[in-house]
Nanobody, 124 residues
Framework: QVQPVESGGGLVQAGGSLRLSCAASDDTFSMYAVGWFRQAPGKEREFVAAIKWNGMNTYYTDSVKGRFTISRDNAKNAVYLQMNSLKPEDTAIYYC?????????????????WGQGTQVTVSS
């Protein structure tokens, strides 16, 4: 069973950058679509970005297009979320989720394996 583990969160000033990583020890991770979701205090978990198992397709929510980039290195069993031009409204716990298959889900319920999350705080 693939168990994603997030890292890279932290505190950054508005306009700054962070790179989140999602890694798994199981080599089958390369066969999983991976999505990033986030949840701010008092809000529902929302989709941020997703990438196909082979990295050929990516999707983003409108609020992060042009600022965030999702990528993966299957040789390292890792997926990354590069976040630039961060805004205070990006503050949330960021979760990595994975599901085996050819699709690229954008709904949390469609993912079967979840990490514990990493906190991202953007100060104004």
């Amino acid at each position: 069973q693939v168990q994603p583990v997030e890292s890279g969160g932290g505190l950054v000033q508005a306009g700054g950058s962070l790179r989140l990583s999602c890694a798994a020890s199981d080599d089958t991770f390369s066969m999983y679509a991976v999505g990033w979701f986030r949840q701010a205090p008092g809000k529902e978990r929302e989709f941020v970005a997703a990438i196909k198992w082979n990295g050929m397709n990516t999707y983003y929510t409108d609020s992060v297009k042009g600022r965030f980039t999702i990528s993966r290195d299957n040789a390292k069993n890792a997926v990354y979320l590069q976040m630039n031009s961060l805004k205070p409204e990006d503050t949330a716990i960021y979760y990595c989720a994975a599901v085996q298959g050819p699709g690229i889900p954008m709904t949390a319920n469609d993912y079967s394996n979840w990490g514990q999350g990493t906190q991202v705080t953007v100060s104004s």
